[in-house]
């Protein structure tokens, strides 16, 4: 017998909605294979998955674990696998999958915490060592009262402005399959974004030098499977970034063999 808070819930739900079944994965630690528990609950057309989850966690089962925040697919806090794929639940609605049965997984390549969450710290590990920050020595200190500007016309900020979306949901990195062989490897997340500093003309410092970018593990582990792409809410597209940014590695290589070559050749016929 459905108790009162659940009988006034499924009340919004009239003729013509129906019933999916919920399978969401159950697992208090990494490593322990865990499980599933299935629910059945009511949708309307413009359910998303999220609204799902929570409606389960409302009704339900309390005890889900389960990570969200914007609900406007910005913060990228509700990743998960749904129905295998790496998404986020805010931003998938349940029509789009055409099932009856939605699976609900914590995303590959992260330690999970408990049920759906998972663990980003290896994750915003890889992020940080990119130095995604502008690196500028001409910008004003604090007891400087002038203030100056950096000016940007619109080719320049087009080379970079579709990598800054970047919202850090970790879907890129769950889809990686280089991720899943080499936990030294930064991710497309980290190097996509090494790139979107790179390109910035506002930019003063080079990254091309940092061993996480430039290493046996670094840049050169990418096959270029593309998943990374596929998988991206907000468009950004690291895969394209990761190839821009061995692009520019390469052109910086060759300056600095060519700088090299001349001065070489500068010092022998001095002598």
């Known amino acids: 017998m459905l108790g009162t808070k659940e009988q006034g819930a499924k009340s919004k739900y009239g003729p013509g909605n129906h019933n999916v079944t919920m399978r969401i994965y159950r697992s ?29 966690k409302a009704y339900k089962d309390s005890s889900i674990g389960i990570r969200y925040s914007c609900r406007m697919a910005s913060c990228g806090s509700c990743g998960m696998k749904i129905n295998g794929k790496p998404r986020l639940a805010c931003y998938t609605n349940v029509s789009e999958l055409e099932s009856s049965e939605i699976s609900c997984e914590p995303m590959s390549n ?11 710290s290896q994750f915003l590990s890889h992020h940080r060592k990119m130095k995604p920050y502008l690196i500028n020595p001409e910008v004003d200190l604090c007891d400087n009262p002038e203030l100056s500007e950096f000016l940007q016309n619109p080719t320049d900020a087009d080379k970079f402005l579709q990598f800054s979306y970047c919202i ?11 991720v899943a062989t080499d936990t030294k490897f930064p991710g497309p997340q980290a190097l996509a974004q090494a790139y979107r500093y790179s390109a910035d003309t506002r930019d003063a410092g080079s990254r091309y030098g940092l061993t996480a970018i430039d290493s046996r593990h670094g840049l050169w582990r990418c096959h270029f499977s593309g998943s990374c792409s596929k998988v991206c809410p907000k468009g950004v597209d690291p895969a394209l970034g990761i190839q821009l940014l061995k692009g520019n ?9 060519k700088i090299a070559e001349l001065k070489q050749h500068t ?5």
């Open 249 to 257: 590695i390469m052109s910086f290589a060759k300056r600095r063999k």
């Open 28 to 56: 208090s630690k990494e490593g322990n294979k865990g499980n599933f528990d299935s629910f059945d609950i009511p949708i309307q057309r413009w359910t998303t998955v999220l609204d799902a989850l929570l409606y389960v």
């Open 110 to 120: 992260f330690p999970v915490l408990r049920d759906l969450v998972t663990d980003f």
């Open 168 to 178: 850090k949901c970790g879907l890129c990195y769950s889809a990686c399959p280089t």
């Open 267 to 271: 010092g022998k016929s001095a002598d």
